[in-house]
């Protein structure tokens, strides 16, 4: 089963997943498949720094896993948020301490979601972020 994402219309989107765990990437992948949204991603906070330091990358949305190597979410949050004010950043995580979670907001993400994340959640922070109407209710295919 997937869930049909086709009535957000992100065929313009440029969506980046920054997370090391390949079944992590594989979920994001078959989530966002049927939305039309462009899917960029890196296993390491050095690689996607260094995209971002490319002032041509289009980015509409950040998915940010905490724990990730060379440079951590937090610390590329903040090198995000240096010329990207307005892009939102999901850190989606396992680290569930008070302390990351204030880390994370401080360093300009604008969620913070535990891991495991489910399809439905996904969908909701696409239309929260992304404010498009869906025409359709939120339906699942074999």
Same mark, same amino acid.
Do not use: W
């Given at each position: 089963?997937?869930?049909?994402?086709?009535?957000?219309?992100?065929?313009?989107?440029?969506?980046?997943?920054?997370?090391?765990?390949?079944?992590?990437?594989?979920?994001?992948?078959?989530?966002?498949?049927?939305?039309?949204?462009?899917?960029?991603?890196?296993?390491?906070?050095?690689?996607?720094?260094?995209?971002?330091?490319?002032?041509?990358?289009?980015?509409?949305?950040?998915?940010?896993?905490?724990?990730?190597?060379?440079?951590?979410?937090?610390?590329?949050?903040?090198?995000?948020?240096?010329?990207?004010? &307005? #892009?939102?950043? !999901?850190?989606?995580?396992?680290?569930?301490? /008070?302390?990351?979670? =204030?880390?994370? +907001?401080?360093?300009?993400?604008?969620?913070?979601?535990?891991?495991?994340?489910?399809?439905? &959640? #996904?969908?909701? !922070?696409?239309?929260?972020?992304?404010?498009? /109407?869906?025409?359709? =209710?939120?339906? +699942?295919?074999?």
């Amino acid at each position: 089963m997937s869930l049909n994402f086709s009535g957000l219309e992100l065929t313009d989107k440029t969506i980046v997943i920054v997370e090391d765990d390949v079944p992590s990437i594989r979920y994001y992948e078959t989530l966002l498949q049927s939305s039309g949204a462009e899917v960029i991603k890196f296993r390491t906070g050095k690689d996607f720094v260094d995209f971002v330091n490319n002032k041509e990358a289009k980015i509409d949305l950040v998915i940010m896993d905490f724990l990730i190597p060379l440079i951590n979410g937090i610390d590329c949050t903040r090198i995000f948020r240096k010329t990207r004010k &307005n #892009v939102p950043v !999901l850190m989606i995580t396992a680290y569930s301490s /008070e302390q990351s979670k =204030s880390d994370a +907001y401080i360093a300009g993400c604008n969620e913070y979601i535990l891991k495991p994340v489910y399809p439905e &959640n #996904v969908h909701s !922070l696409l239309e929260k972020y992304f404010k498009q /109407e869906v025409h359709n =209710s939120v339906t +699942y295919r074999s």
